[in-house]
């Protein structure tokens, strides 16, 4: 069974851009977690979507947002970048039970130059 | 808000000691405590979890204990191994809100 994907691997964005990353959960799977993992402060929640809604939201400012798709895939979406938006970003898949386990995708590094 | 605390942020043991690894969460109604190990460069990984209904679980050199009552889990490791060296997160989940809550990381470096 293919694992969790997360497509760009790496990205560099200028400030004031917008980047869009996505994720391909393990087949199956309907629940997407994103998390921002950054030195320091650890894995920060950033969403969850299950069956294309999105159930919880973290304390990250409106530019960012996601979306899942009917196919489970989910993309994230970053606008008017900023230099503090430099971290790797995981998505987690999981069947979306009761304390289930997470499965993390590889990350996407994004540097914001 | 709701955290979870981690510590030590750094352990350094010999091949062959033990590393014990302590969390305290805020929510009270958390049930759900997994263990993820991250290697340089590598996603996390689950290692071991444990339910709010358990006090302890162990597989092979692992093990996790729970304290509801103090809020406080621990991740215990047995003759250490440098292949054991990465960075360890713990994590509190609460039914009904699909998160995970994470702790900052532990960086263990097992010395051969």
Not at chain 1, 3 to 24: E, F, H, N
Not at chain 1, 49 to 59: A, C, I, L, M
Not at chain 2, 81 to 100: H, I, M, N
Request: proline content about 4%; glycine content about 10%.
């Amino acid at each position: 069974k293919a694992g969790v994907t997360q497509t760009p691997r790496y990205l560099i964005k200028t400030r004031g851009q917008q980047v869009t990353l996505s994720c391909s959960p393990i087949s199956g799977h309907r629940s997407v977690s994103w998390y921002q993992q950054t030195p320091g402060q650890g894995l920060q929640f950033l969403f969850e979507y299950f069956s294309e809604t999105q159930r919880n939201k973290g304390n990250f400012p409106g530019r960012f947002s996601g979306r899942q798709f009917s196919n489970s895939r989910s993309e994230m979406n970053v606008s008017t970048l900023e230099l503090g938006d430099s971290a790797l970003y995981l998505c987690a898949s999981s069947s979306g039970g009761l304390g289930t386990e997470a499965f993390f995708g590889q990350g996407t590094r994004l540097t914001v130059v | 808000g709701e955290n979870v605390e981690q510590h030590p942020s750094t352990l350094s043991v010999q091949e062959g000691d033990s590393a014990v690894i302590k969390c305290t969460y805020s929510d009270s109604a958390s049930n759900y405590f997994p263990w993820y190990k991250q290697e340089l460069g590598k996603r996390p990984q689950l290692i071991i979890d444990i339910r709010s209904n358990v006090g302890e679980k162990k597989d092979q050199r692992i093990a996790v204990t729970l304290n509801k009552t103090a809020k406080h889990f621990s991740l215990h490791i047995t003759e250490t191994q440098p292949e054991d060296s990465a960075v360890y997160f713990c994590a509190a989940f609460k039914s009904g809100t699909y998160k995970y809550i994470f702790g900052t990381g532990t960086r263990l470096k097992v010395l051969a």
